[in-house]
Every structure is written in structure tokens, then in C-alpha cells.
Nanobody, 126 residues
């Protein structure tokens, strides 16, 4: 069982940066693939980024590639999402998610994740 708590959201101007954090409970954090998803009002939840259990492989949606960086610290049981060059279209609730896997290939489908945080709001003003 894993519990996830996101933090770091807020209001930022276009072109600015934010770093989201997701703290996990449980003893087996290092065996989980971690992902970040986002959901804008009236839209479906969409994949943003994911990272393999060992941090060696990262994956990004085309919409955030080159601007967002996902990373993890297994000793701290925390995954991060560094967001740079933010755009108004990045405005959404951002969710941290996890599923247990030692595969280096990860899923971008929300249904593939077993555990979710409560979300943190990111608002980018123009």
C-alpha cells in the first residue's frame, strides 16, 4: 500500500517555473513506477511524465518535453516534477500516481496506475 501527497502547486506567470513534490509512504517506494498526470477543467486526465523504479528511464508527453523534468529520490521516497517555461495551457490539477513494476517500460495510461495522490493546483497566468 502506498499513500501519495503532492505539494508545490501555485500561481505563476507564463514563462515561470514551479517544482512539484510527491511524498510517498510505505517501505517499497523504490519498486514503484511513478508518474505525473494533469487534468484541466472539462478535460480528461492526461499523462505528463513518468520515471522507472530506479530513476534510470524517464518518459514525457510531447506537450511537456523539453520543459518538464521528472526525477526521484528513493531514499527520501519522493518524486519531483520540475516545470519550466510554463504556459497558460499547463494550468491544471497535477496528480502523482504509482504502480509497482521493475520493468523499464512504463505506461502512460491512467488506468495502469494503482495509487493516486489528492492533486495540487497549478495555475499559469498569461
Amino acid at each position: 500500500q502506498v499513500q501519495l501527497v503532492e505539494s508545490g502547486g501555485g500561481l505563476v506567470q507564463a514563462g515561470g517555473s514551479l517544482r512539484l513534490s510527491c511524498a510517498a509512504s510505505g517501505r517499497t517506494f523504490s519498486s514503484y513506477v511513478m508518474g505525473w498526470f494533469r487534468q484541466a477543467p472539462g478535460k480528461e486526465r492526461e499523462f505528463a511524465a513518468a520515471i522507472s523504479w530506479d530513476g534510470g528511464h524517464t518518459y514525457y508527453a510531447d506537450s511537456v518535453k523539453g520543459r518538464f523534468t521528472i526525477s526521484r529520490d528513493n531514499a527520501k521516497k519522493t518524486v519531483y516534477l520540475q516545470m519550466n517555461s510554463l504556459k497558460p495551457e499547463d494550468t491544471a490539477v497535477y496528480y502523482c500516481a504509482a504502480y509497482r513494476s521493475f520493468s523499464l517500460a512504463v505506461t502512460a495510461t491512467p488506468g495502469g496506475y494503482d495509487y493516486w495522490g489528492q492533486g495540487t493546483q497549478v495555475t499559469v497566468s498569461s
